[in-house]
């Protein structure tokens, strides 16, 4: 394990933030995607409760992918430990979003400083899940800043940890997890109990990561040279008040380092709704908030693999 920790996460970490997801190659979240869907269709053909049907996906899923992961690597080794290791790299090179969240955010800050409106609202539709057709400027560039805040945790912080503890089986066993989550985590008529087992996985596996998450914006907030003290303000005013068990912290610890208020209203689908605010400033999001809401990722992932890597070598 020493040896990966040294070597193999932070390689796969500096080839997702030079190059983002290799769209040219099989991606594992995709195949993982498909084993989901593909056991959904299955298990509801088998007539067992819904929500019990759910917590057997879980475990088919997660349990598959994981084990997946385990012989592939471990016939490789037999094979050559070079392919052994060029499997892992692999494996957690693509658990990570640093890049692809970075230039999803940078399109959307760049469409707005040139003032193109329905290029940024197209822009910032690919990032979240809400009504984009008519947010004005100061609401496209909130919606972004609030994707780059969350998924933070999700694309970046979370699969480092799994990847720091448990390798990259640990890696792919979390994307299933988030993956489940994303597809099945839904409170409607169809995945409210099929997806009971799915959002309650993905809210403990995010637990830990989420709150530690916190700690290391809050040190990239002081490097550069950020709101600080307010990190931690805004995460105990507000955090607790978000929908989520976990995403309240890091939306709360950005909106605090960087002196904006998130949350708000939105709509979804034509629903409106109101989100709780966060942060303890007043300030509203713009290109520039956006460009330091993506620098603060940056540097934030960097000290949680830094610190992970350190507590590893310590441990």
Same mark, same amino acid.
């Given at each position: 394990?020493?040896?990966?920790?040294?070597?193999?996460?932070?390689?796969?970490?500096?080839?997702?933030?030079?190059?983002?997801?290799?769209?040219?190659?099989?991606?594992?979240?995709?195949?993982?995607?498909?084993?989901?869907?593909?056991?959904?269709?299955?298990?509801?053909?088998?007539?067992?409760?819904?929500?019990?049907?759910?917590?057997?996906?879980?475990?088919?899923?997660?349990?598959?992918? /994981?084990?997946?992961?385990?012989?592939?690597?471990?016939?490789?080794?037999?094979?050559?430990?070079?392919?052994?290791?060029?499997?892992?790299?692999?494996?957690?090179?693509?658990?990570?979003?640093?890049?692809?969240?970075?230039?999803?955010?940078?399109?959307?800050?760049?469409?707005?400083?040139?003032?193109?409106?329905?290029?940024?609202?197209?822009?910032?539709?690919?990032?979240?899940?809400?009504?984009?057709?008519?947010?004005?400027?100061?609401?496209?560039?909130?919606?972004?800043?609030?994707?780059?805040?969350?998924?933070?945790?999700?694309?970046?912080?979370?699969?480092?940890?799994?990847?720091?503890?448990?390798?990259?089986?640990?890696?792919?066993?979390?994307?299933?997890?988030?993956?489940?989550?994303?597809?099945?985590?839904?409170?409607?008529? &169809?995945?409210?109990?099929?997806?009971?087992?799915?959002?309650?996985?993905?809210?403990?596996?995010?637990?830990?990561?989420?709150?530690?998450?916190?700690?290391?914006?809050?040190?990239?907030?002081?490097?550069?040279?950020?709101?600080?003290?307010?990190?931690?303000?805004?995460?105990?005013?507000?955090?607790?008040?978000? /929908?989520?068990?976990?995403?309240?912290?890091?939306?709360?610890?950005?909106?605090?380092?960087?002196?904006?208020?998130?949350?708000?209203? &939105?709509?979804?689908?034509?629903?409106?709704?109101?989100?709780?605010?966060?942060?303890?400033?007043?300030?509203?999001?713009?290109?520039?908030?956006?460009?330091?809401?993506?620098?603060?990722?940056?540097?934030?992932?960097?000290?949680?693999?830094?610190?992970?890597?350190?507590?590893?070598?310590?441990?």
């Amino acid at each position: 394990m020493a040896f990966m920790d040294e070597f193999i996460l932070p390689l796969a970490f500096t080839l997702d933030l030079t190059f983002g997801d290799p769209r040219w190659m099989f991606h594992p979240v995709k195949g993982i995607g498909w084993f989901a869907e593909t056991t959904e269709t299955f298990l509801r053909r088998t007539n067992l409760p819904l929500r019990i049907a759910g917590i057997f996906a879980v475990i088919i899923v997660v349990c598959g992918s /994981a084990f997946s992961a385990w012989l592939l690597i471990t016939l490789l080794s037999q094979l050559h430990r070079v392919a052994g290791l060029a499997l892992s790299i692999y494996l957690l090179y693509t658990s990570l979003a640093l890049r692809d969240l970075g230039d999803h955010a940078g399109a959307v800050q760049e469409a707005l400083e040139k003032g193109d409106i329905e290029l940024a609202r197209q822009k910032v539709s690919l990032m979240v899940g809400r009504d984009t057709a008519n947010l004005d400027e100061n609401g496209i560039a909130l919606a972004a800043t609030e994707s780059v805040a969350e998924n933070t945790v999700d694309g970046v912080t979370a699969p480092l940890f799994y990847a720091l503890f448990f390798g990259p089986v640990g890696a792919i066993a979390y994307k299933a997890i988030n993956t489940l989550d994303s597809t099945f985590g839904y409170k409607n008529e &169809r995945y409210l109990e099929f997806g009971w087992a799915s959002a309650k996985l993905d809210d403990i596996a995010n637990y830990l990561p989420a709150r530690l998450t916190v700690l290391t914006i809050a040190v990239a907030a002081l490097i550069g040279k950020l709101k600080f003290f307010d990190t931690f303000k805004a995460v105990f005013c507000g955090a607790w008040s978000h /929908a989520s068990l976990n995403s309240g912290y890091p939306e709360s610890a950005f909106a605090g380092a960087l002196g904006v208020r998130l949350g708000g209203e &939105r709509s979804y689908g034509g629903v409106p709704c109101q989100a709780p605010l966060l942060g303890v400033k007043e300030g509203q999001c713009n290109p520039l908030v956006i460009r330091q809401s993506i620098a603060l990722m940056w540097m934030t992932a960097v000290l949680f693999l830094g610190a992970g890597v350190a507590v590893r070598l310590l441990w």
